[in-house]
């Protein structure tokens, strides 16, 4: 494939790679330094011929252009299975990751609302009371002027991405996904429990400003449908079920 556009940019080929780069991208593993060595020198040589800036913010610019306009093949985009291995910038990676798709809940009822919120996740364990009732007023009026067009009681799959800076405080991911679950079922007026496959997530990226995606559609996880005989028939290899009654203090 070949693209120009208005700067004079041409779209890489994956034949345009070295033999030795080109069989690597055919393997589960690509040698995604060496690639990424590639790409920047025929950025480089673009930004020569048209006389062109070669900074980091044109750089980025000339990445995700390629994602667009660019061979497939590179797999520097390859939505939605998500096959990268190489990704134009942090906020791309961020970006994409956050919306997985999810293979376990297909649901006749498609929708899918890929929900951003730009606020930095807290800690359920972690923070005062005053402070969580602030973060689940902060959440309450964010979705106050949005739609997600779920009926309550509808089964739910959540998938949660946090992005973190790596040089702040850490955060364990069940305590920020109690913070954050609590403030959204009670934003949209729904049951937690109708969450029935919850997906997690954190993301590292030097950053200033950390923040939330949220990705949530109908599950048909337990629809039940895709079960040809409804029965049970498991073959314990083990020597038994645990029973916790022989794990209490004894009296």
């Given at each position: 494939m070949?693209?120009?556009?208005v700067?004079?940019?041409?779209?890489?080929?994956?034949?345009?790679?070295?033999?030795?780069?080109?069989?690597?991208?055919?393997?589960?593993?690509?040698?995604?330094?060496?690639?990424?060595?590639?790409?920047?020198?025929?950025?480089?040589q673009?930004?020569?011929?048209?006389?062109?800036?070669?900074?980091?913010?044109?750089?980025?610019?000339?990445?995700?252009?390629?994602?667009?306009?660019?061979?497939?093949?590179l797999?520097?985009?390859?939505?939605?299975s998500?096959?990268?291995?190489?990704?134009?910038?942090?906020?791309?990676?961020?970006?994409?990751?956050?919306?997985?798709?999810?293979?376990?809940?297909?649901?006749?009822?498609?929708?899918?609302?890929?929900?951003?919120?730009?606020?930095?996740?807290?800690?359920?364990?972690?923070?005062?009371g005053?402070?969580?009732?602030?973060?689940?007023?902060?959440?309450?009026?964010?979705?106050?002027?949005?739609?997600?067009?779920?009926?309550?009681?509808?089964?739910?799959?959540?998938?949660?991405?946090?992005?973190?800076?790596?040089?702040?405080?850490?955060?364990?991911?069940?305590?920020?996904?109690?913070?954050?679950?609590?403030?959204?079922?009670?934003?949209?007026?729904?049951?937690?429990?109708?969450?029935?496959?919850?997906?997690?997530?954190?993301?590292?990226?030097?950053?200033?400003?950390?923040?939330?995606?949220?990705?949530?559609?109908?599950?048909?996880?337990?629809?039940?449908?895709?079960?040809?005989?409804?029965?049970?028939?498991?073959?314990?290899?083990?020597?038994?079920?645990?029973?916790?009654?022989?794990?209490?203090?004894?009296?």
């Amino acid at each position: 494939m070949s693209s120009e556009n208005v700067s004079g940019w041409r779209g890489l080929s994956v034949n345009d790679l070295p033999g030795e780069l080109q069989a690597s991208l055919r393997t589960e593993f690509p040698k995604a330094g060496l690639i990424a060595e590639w790409l920047k020198s025929q950025f480089e040589q673009q930004a020569d011929h048209t006389g062109s800036s070669k900074d980091e913010d044109q750089f980025a610019k000339w990445l995700i252009w390629q994602e667009i306009n660019g061979d497939p093949n590179l797999r520097l985009r390859k939505w939605p299975s998500l096959h990268n291995f190489l990704f134009s910038t942090y906020s791309t990676k961020a970006s994409l990751l956050a919306q997985r798709h999810c293979r376990l809940c297909a649901s006749p009822d498609g929708q899918i609302h890929f929900i951003p919120i730009r606020i930095t996740p807290v800690s359920r364990q972690a923070v005062t009371g005053e402070v969580f009732k602030a973060f689940q007023a902060a959440i309450a009026d964010w979705f106050a002027t949005r739609t997600v067009d779920i009926p309550k009681s509808s089964p739910r799959c959540v998938a949660v991405t946090f992005v973190l800076d790596p040089t702040k405080r850490d955060r364990d991911l069940d305590n920020m996904v109690k913070a954050l679950q609590d403030a959204v079922s009670r934003a949209l007026d729904f049951n937690d429990k109708y969450i029935q496959h919850l997906d997690l997530a954190k993301i590292y990226i030097p950053n200033d400003e950390e923040y939330v995606y949220i990705r949530m559609q109908v599950s048909a996880i337990n629809s039940g449908g895709d079960v040809i005989l409804p029965v049970t028939n498991h073959r314990w290899l083990s020597s038994g079920a645990l029973d916790l009654k022989n794990y209490m203090p004894k009296t």
